[in-house]
């Protein structure tokens, strides 16, 4: 706690009372002075939370973190921008920062998500900026220390850290201090998988944003293909790739590698592809959906690689690549979910245009007054990286990020005046509205449906 905080120090942005939010699970934990109230959970899932001992700045770090981390898990992040100030804001991102430092690992978790949900939502380059070291050993902490899902959310919030810095020295720095710790643990066996394989997307995105060491870029490809190449099919008489429950992470880091591949030097690229494009076309086979469109994925953007460097390049076993593309692009095996057979069906139809055609069905992204045109396989996989760390935060970045302008080309940000902005926004009561009425339609058309259902079975 700094020193110059004091023990008393009211709390501006939090509640008076007891409770949490409705509808949410009530948790006990013990206050300063020494009393029980109700805290509000911080997910869905949690059914408590433990004993809040740490001694913040805040005389009720209990009603503190309810209050905050409620705002952004319950209120959304348009809160921010209709009810409070950016120095509201800060205040209530200065207590979770001392947050992440408590005894209890639910309330660090929760601190660690409210933050990424903050700087997810809003550009706070400068107040970062000069919270960074702190930002840094907090998470540094919480992936040495903590649990599977402590460490999921600190992954996180250093992947969102480090696309608030962009490129230069600070993300650099976050990078050389907490890349060999996300190694470690995607290599490590015993670490539970879903956080080896949020630690494979942070490692990937982190590195594309700050490693500054073509080296230390080639460590981290290598890494990384050491991981999804275990999937690989290894013996000849079998045609079908069971999926394991490492499945998830060797999607995942095939996912971070091909990003990085995006921006190796060409001698690079070449030696990556003459290791891979015979190996890619085997993962169509894994009995995964998800890995089918990963690698139906990554064997476009690769094919798209190859094209830029040689337009003439040849591919030896074209014929029997695009039989398997076409099998998986009109696939009606009914063993399969109705929703896979769409979803694979789809994708697979663009991989094959780009394959045998060279095409890309060019895709349009709005974002406040401005449009963005995806129109190629990097820019797509790029898109899509960033967009699953940010979600609906996605645009708002794209609007005022200069790194994700810079990435997707979109010069400068475009500065809109007040008037501007408000005719953009749509209010919350009419968004309310508009729910409600969609909400409505829905059911009276299910209703319909049940009635002739029940009049078909009348007659018969």
Not at 187 to 208: H, L, M, P
Not at 262 to 270: H, M, S
Not at 293 to 300: N, P, T
Not at 406 to 411: A, P, S
Request: aromatic share 8%.
């Amino acid at each position: 706690m700094p020193k110059n905080k004091k023990r008393n120090t009211p709390h501006r942005g939090g509640s008076a009372g007891g409770g949490g939010g409705s509808g949410a699970a009530a948790a006990t934990a013990a206050t300063a002075g020494g009393q029980h109230r109700n805290v509000q959970p911080f997910s869905d899932e949690d059914a408590s939370i433990e004993t809040m001992s740490h001694c913040s700045g805040y005389s009720d770090p209990s009603s503190f973190a309810e209050d905050v981390v409620g705002l952004y898990y319950f209120l959304g992040p348009e809160v921010l921008d209709e009810e409070g100030t950016q120095e509201d804001l800060e205040y209530k991102l200065k207590g979770l920062i001392d947050l992440t430092l408590d005894k209890s690992a639910k309330t660090r978790q929760a601190a660690l998500e409210g933050i990424k949900n903050a700087l997810a939502s809003k550009m706070l380059y400068e107040f970062i900026l000069e919270r960074r070291m702190t930002l840094t050993d907090s998470i540094e902490r919480c992936l040495k220390k903590g649990k599977s899902d402590e460490q999921r959310a600190a992954a996180a919030l250093a992947s969102v850290l480090c696309i608030q810095l962009g490129p230069g020295i600070e993300s650099e720095e976050i990078l050389k201090t907490l890349g060999p710790i996300l190694k470690k643990i995607i290599c490590d066996g015993a670490a539970s998988i879903q956080v080896r394989q949020t630690c494979a997307t942070c490692f990937g995105v982190c590195s594309f944003i700050a490693t500054d060491d073509i080296t230390e870029l080639y460590s981290t490809l290598e890494c990384l293909e050491n991981i999804f190449a275990k999937s690989y099919l290894k013996e000849k008489d079998t045609t079908v790739i069971c999926s394991t429950p490492n499945t998830v992470l060797h999607i995942s880091s095939l996912l971070a590698w091909t990003l990085l591949l995006t921006i190796c030097p060409i001698n690079e690229v070449k030696k990556k592809l003459e290791m891979h494009f015979h190996k890619l076309p085997s993962l169509l086979s894994c009995d995964d959906v998800n890995m089918r469109i990963a690698a139906g994925e990554s064997l476009a953007l690769l094919f798209e690689l190859a094209r830029g460097i040689e337009s003439d390049f040849f591919y030896e076993d074209m014929e029997s690549l695009t039989q398997m593309l076409r099998a998986l692009a009109t696939d009606g095996n009914k063993h399969r979910a109705k929703v896979d057979k769409r979803k694979q069906r789809s994708v697979f139809r663009d991989v094959l245009r780009a394959v045998e055609e060279r095409d890309f069905p060019t895709e349009t992204v709005k974002f406040g007054p401005e449009r963005m045109y995806i129109d190629c396989w990097v820019k797509k996989h790029t898109y899509d990286t960033f967009k699953e760390i940010l979600g609906s935060g996605m645009q708002y970045h794209l609007q005022s990020n200069e790194f994700l302008r810079n990435v997707f080309e979109l010069g400068p940000p475009v500065m809109l005046d007040a008037a501007t902005l408000k005719t953009m926004k749509i209010s919350r009561f009419e968004r309310h509205l508009y729910n409600s009425a969609a909400f409505k339609a829905r059911t009276k058309a299910r209703s319909k449906c049940r009635d002739k259902r029940a009049d078909v079975g009348e007659f018969f």
